[in-house]
């Protein structure tokens, strides 16, 4: 499932998994739309929400570095920003993802939804469900 953004020099959102594999591999693992995308992006954001995933995914084995090192590195590296939009309008807006069982998920997706802006993701249910995810 892979749609293409349409070309827009707004930001881009990036779901949890993209930077983890960023941070892994550079650019390797992502489509070649995803690629350009990052290239082309005027800014590239994530939910606040992303840290904690990123955290609760180093406790329970699933990734071996920090939070705080990852998105460090992605900071320098590709300029990735935290979205400054006020975290109680994303968590309203996060009511309304009832396609999503995993908080996390629907806290990345309002995040984008609000600003109505493209989420790079793999996700599958994410793909479905919101329109402007590619991947």
């Not at 070649?32 to 800014?43: M, V």
């Not at 994303?90 to 802006?117: E, H, M, N």
Request: charged letters at 25%.
């Amino acid at each position: 499932m892979s749609r293409v953004p349409t070309p827009d020099p707004s930001p881009l959102y990036l779901d949890t998994h993209v930077l983890v594999w960023l941070y892994q591999d550079g650019a390797r693992r992502l489509t070649p739309a995803g690629g350009h995308a990052i290239d082309a992006a005027e800014r590239l954001l994530i939910s606040p929400i992303v840290e904690l995933e990123l955290a609760y995914l180093r406790e329970i084995g699933r990734i071996n570095c920090n939070a705080a090192t990852l998105l460090d590195v992605l900071r320098r590296e590709v300029d990735l920003e935290t979205c400054k939009r006020p975290f109680a309008s994303v968590v309203g807006a996060a009511v309304d993802q009832t396609w999503a069982r995993d908080p996390f998920d629907r806290l990345i997706v309002a995040q984008a939804a609000r600003g109505q802006a493209p989420l790079l993701t793999a996700d599958r249910n994410i793909l479905l469900h919101y329109p402007r995810a590619f991947w």
